[in-house]
């Protein structure tokens, strides 16, 4: 153990963190994104539930929840503001009312065509081809699952 207890510590150095490392590139690539998604009218987390529901219309708020690592009360405004551009629809099921059926409206299934250029643009600013960004992407689902399982 260090006598000087104000001598640096490698394994806390702010740079030595992943964490840090993880959490500043999050930042700076929702900074490339915001005027991207500005034109087209959506922020980030708008943004990761439309590409949800691009993928697969008509889940459940619950389901969209799932699939972005979210609480689904936190979820529900995201969704309320998207109904209220017109880009989808919210119905309770018939089955059960608790569930709340989220579908996408014409103007929401047309934005997908408006976005069809923003993964080409992130590219761009990233620097990287598209087998290292994708050889990343692996490594953080990687990384996800470890610590989902850790929980």
């Not at 439309?50 to 529900?76: C, F, K, N």
Request: glycine share 4%; aromatic share 4%; proline share 4%.
């Amino acid at each position: 153990m260090n006598a000087d207890t104000n001598a640096p510590c490698d394994e806390l150095l702010l740079n030595n963190q992943v964490c840090f490392a993880l959490h500043s590139t999050s930042l700076l690539m929702t900074k490339v994104y915001k005027p991207l998604l500005q034109a087209l009218g959506l922020t980030y987390p708008q943004y990761l539930a439309m590409l949800v529901l691009w993928e697969q219309d008509g889940l459940t708020v619950g389901e969209i929840s799932h699939r972005l690592l979210t609480d689904p009360g936190s979820l529900t405004p995201l969704l309320k503001r998207l109904e209220s551009e017109g880009l989808l629809n919210r119905t309770r099921s018939r089955e059960d009312e608790r569930v709340v059926l989220v579908e996408l409206t014409d103007k929401g299934r047309n934005l997908r065509e408006e976005a069809r250029k923003v993964p080409q643009c992130i590219l761009e600013a990233s620097g990287r081809t598209v087998q290292r960004l994708q050889k990343l992407q692996a490594e953080l689902l990687e990384l996800r699952e470890s610590l989902q399982k850790s929980l």
